[in-house]
T-cell receptor, first 112, second 112 residues
Framework: SQTIHQWPATLVQPVGSPLSLECTVE??????LYWYRQAAGRGLQLLFY??????ISSEVPQNLSASRPQDRQFILSSKKLLLSDSGFYLC???????????FGNGTRLTVT | SQQGEEDPQALSIQEGENATMNCSYK?????LQWYRQNSGRGLVHLIL?????REKHSGRLRVTLDTSKKSSSLLITASRAADTASYFC????????????FGGGTRLMVKP
């Protein structure tokens, strides 16, 4: 069966520090991969999606970047965090277009 | 911008009552999906309804879709305290099947 791993679960980082959040998927190949951010009590904002290795699309201009160095690995990064980067970050995958998304358990990032 | 908008934003009911949540969207779609999120966790897919379908059932869940009004509803019958969660609709904006846009969600509280 397919599983998605996302870590860490919580993270507290000072302003100006770098960020690296990792997401890996098991039990499937060539998934579509996604990074979403959720502000407290709000909906999800799509940050990045990827349909293949090194194929990344960005949905909003921001302080973040994403990379997909391997088929089932998706990394969210920042060189210098801002206070506004605080939020709940969710990784998700799907096996095909127009199919349900499967989410990880999220990373709660607090930038202080 | 958000494609789907749910209402109400918050709903509080007694156990055993039915809960109805609505979602409106703006563009043409291939499908509309409903997800559930427990506090501090990832989203879990509940049901997917395609644009050529009008109603779909899954256990105590009933979803309707009216493409002429660009709206959908999620009905949870005979609610239980364990149904307490946030519920989100998601659509593929402009038929972009590999990209889902989520609404702001409805926070449902079911009192025992």
């Amino acid at each position: 069966s397919q599983t998605i791993h996302q870590w860490p679960a919580t993270l507290v980082q000072p302003v100006g520090s770098p960020l690296s959040l990792e997401c890996t998927v098991e039990g499937t190949s060539n998934p579509n991969l996604y990074w979403y951010r959720q502000a407290a009590g709000r909906g999800l904002q799509l940050l990045f999606y990827s349909i293949g290795i090194d194929q990344i699309s960005s949905e909003v201009p921001q302080n973040l970047s994403a990379s997909r160095p391997q088929d089932r690995q998706f990394i969210l990064s920042s060189k210098k965090l801002l206070l506004s980067d605080s939020g709940f970050y969710l990784c998700a995958w799907t096996g095909a277009d127009n199919s349900p998304l499967h989410f990880g358990n999220g990373t709660r990032l607090t930038v202080t | 911008s958000q494609q789907g908008e749910e209402d109400p934003q918050a709903l509080s009911i007694q156990e055993g009552e039915n809960a109805t949540m609505n979602c409106s969207y703006k563009t043409s779609i291939n499908n509309l999906q409903w997800y559930r999120q427990n506090s501090g966790r990832g989203l879990v897919h509940l049901i997917l309804i395609r644009s050529n379908e009008r109603e779909k059932h899954s256990g105590r869940l009933r979803v309707t879709l009216d493409t002429s009004k660009k709206s959908s509803s999620l009905l949870i019958t005979a609610s239980r305290a364990a149904d307490t969660a946030s519920y989100f609709c998601a659509t593929d904006q402009n038929n972009a099947g590999n990209m889902l846009t989520f609404g702001g969600g409805t926070r449902l509280m079911v009192k025992p």
